[in-house]
């Protein structure tokens, strides 16, 4: 079976797109792992490690107010995150079908 020059460039972009994710999510895994580690940070951010959890959001509508308001004021009590930092907190926090959503939107996009 012949593949169209349309599919095989749909599936040359699928490919990329996975490595880009595959890349952000090991540099979330770094933060990840930098907030259990003892080492010491350059000083121009906030050490990860010692940033309070975003809590848990699972796509519940009527609590996203109040999760919204947290996650600012985490930011907010810790002006020095970068923004790498603060996406990284915050897609840790999703879950279920909140997580789903995001996973699943073009990166362009987020």
Known sequence: MEVSMLEKSNLN?????????????????????SRTSDDSSCGRSTKIKNVPKIPIFEEKL??????LKGVKEIFENYPKLNDF?????VV??????????????????V
Request: charged share 40%.
């Open 13 to 33: 972009r699928k490919i990329e797109v996975a490595q880009i994710k595959t890349e952000y999510y090991r540099q979330i895994s770094e933060l990840n792992d």
């Open 62 to 67: 009527i609590t996203f107010g109040r999760w």
């Open 85 to 89: 930092q603060k996406r990284a907190l």
């Open 92 to 109: 840790e926090s999703l879950k279920g079908s909140a997580r789903y959503c995001y996973d699943t939107e073009p990166d362009d996009k």
